[in-house]
């Protein structure tokens, strides 16, 4: 049975907003880095 779990914060960096632009290229990357503030993995 799944474990039900409170929902929590996400963080995200840079914190201000992420903008997601088309067309993708691979030429312009940009990293993010989410952290979750409790201990469950995420998979997707």
Do not use: C, E, R, W
């Not at 779990?5 to 067309?23: E, M, R």
């Not at 952290?35 to 998979?43: A, D, E, S, W």
């Amino acid at each position: 049975m799944a474990q039900s779990v409170p929902p929590g914060d996400i963080h995200t960096q840079p914190g201000s907003k992420i903008v997601f632009n088309a067309p993708y290229d691979d030429k312009h990357t940009y990293h993010i880095k989410i952290m979750l503030l409790f201990l469950i993995v995420i998979k997707f």
